[in-house]
């Protein structure tokens, strides 16, 4: 199992993440520019980005699940 | 519009019909309807006051600038199903690529499935506890599709305040997720120790 990236850097990744996703357009085109560039850093960073990515993704998916349990 | 409405409530029953068919749970079915029946709505609503505005000076349209209003219908339930269907198999994934232990085996170990419950558990509780209008906001865009601005409009709160709901909901269950990969790494260490083999152990169960 590989080692963990740092869980603030996760949380800023996840931060740019939910920004272009929820954002207007203009903006959500901005955090995407900016989540490149930021994903761009370090091989951390890199790291950071797809672990939040999972993570939202993942959500997305139990969300669902939830939505669903409750009926 | 009001001609719109009604073909669209004529071909929602068939809609329904279909998913119910093709998804085999009525109730699943039912919410995509739903869903697309709102969005469509929605679409055409503003459609609707994009025509005026071009009525106003000069122009023509169709209907509500809908050419297939059933077409439409349709499709975005058919869009709806896949998005979802997407947003199921991650939650999977995530275990998978966190949780490696049986990755040679060529069904999913009792420990893979465990943790996919637990992970599902977890942050299911974790929603549970958070207050109810991050909730509410973070259910109604992850497992709603929902916009910021239509939340907004629905909660009658302004869309920056969407956002920091959102993203704070979405860090507490990311803190979950956290939690988890730290426990999991701990079980495998202890199932790894030397002097315990945990498939040895369950080959003699």
Known sequence: MASAPDEKL??????????????????????RLALA?????????????????????????????WRDLRK | MRDLVQELVAHYADLRRQLTRDLRDPHYAADIAQSSFERVYAHALKMNSDIRVDAASGGTAGACGIESP?????????????????????????????????????????????????????VV????TLPPRR????????????TRAEIAQQLNITEMAVAKH???AAIDCSRVFARLRSELIEQTTVSNRTGFDAKLAEDFA
């Open chain 1, 10 to 31: 996760i949380e800023r990744a996840l931060a740019l993440i939910v920004e272009s996703e929820s954002a207007p357009h203009d903006a959500a085109v901005a955090a």
């Open chain 1, 37 to 65: 560039r930021w994903r761009g850093r370090s091989e951390e960073h890199a790291a950071a980005a797809q672990e939040a990515r999972r993570r939202w993704d993942a959500l997305g998916g139990i969300a669902a699940e």
């Open chain 2, 70 to 122: 059933r077409a439409l219908l349709f499709r975005v339930a058919r869009n709806l199903c896949v998005d979802d269907a997407r947003r199921r198999k991650v939650a999977q994934d995530w275990v998978s690529t966190h949780f490696s232990v049986g990755s040679r085996q060529t069904v999913p170990s009792c420990e893979f499935i465990a943790s996919q419950q637990q992970v599902l558990a977890r």
């Open chain 2, 125 to 128: 509780e974790t929603l549970e």
């Open chain 2, 135 to 146: 909730r509410e906001v973070f259910l109604l865009f992850r497992a709603y599709g929902h």
């Open chain 2, 166 to 168: 959102l993203l704070r």
